[in-house]
Nanobody, 128 residues
Framework: QVQLVESGGGSVQPGGSLGVTCTAT????????MGWFRQAPGKEREGVAT???????AYTDSVKGRFTISEDDAGSTLHLQMNNLKPDDTAIYYC??????????????????????WGQGVQVTVSS
């Protein structure tokens, strides 16, 4: 059974850095999209960054230049490095994934891609 399990996150002051990691078990597809979403209290869930099986990445405008999405060589671990964090980055961060060519085609559309696999979420808090 495919599972996505997040780890990392935590609390940091503005300007600091954190990383969140997603371990995908039994996710052995050659064509896929994986990414991170976040949801802050009282706000809608938003796509943060995606990475597809061709190595292409996409970021929402508010995190460009600050966040970096990457995966290990085996494609089983997804990482989001977050630098220069701001209070507005405070949210629960969710790992998400989907396999197949449709998902690959939609991967760069953070406002459109609809994954079918989700992790349980991990808290990131940015506060002074």
């Amino acid at each position: 059974q495919v599972q996505l399990v997040e780890s990392g996150g935590g609390s940091v002051q503005p300007g600091g850095s954190l990383g969140v990691t997603c371990t995908a078990t039994e996710f052995t597809y050659s064509t896929y999209c994986m990414g991170w979403f976040r949801q802050a209290p009282g706000k809608e869930r938003e796509g943060v960054a995606t990475l597809d099986s061709l190595g292409r990445t996409a970021y929402t405008d508010s995190v460009k230049g600050r966040f970096t999405i990457s995966e290990d060589d085996a494609g089983s671990t997804l990482h989001l490095q977050m630098n220069n964090l701001k209070p507005d980055d405070t949210a629960i961060y969710y790992c998400a994934a989907a396999a197949g060519f449709q998902s690959l085609a939609q991967c760069s559309r953070l406002d459109f891609w609809s994954p079918d696999l989700w992790g349980q979420g991990v808290q990131v808090t940015v506060s002074s």
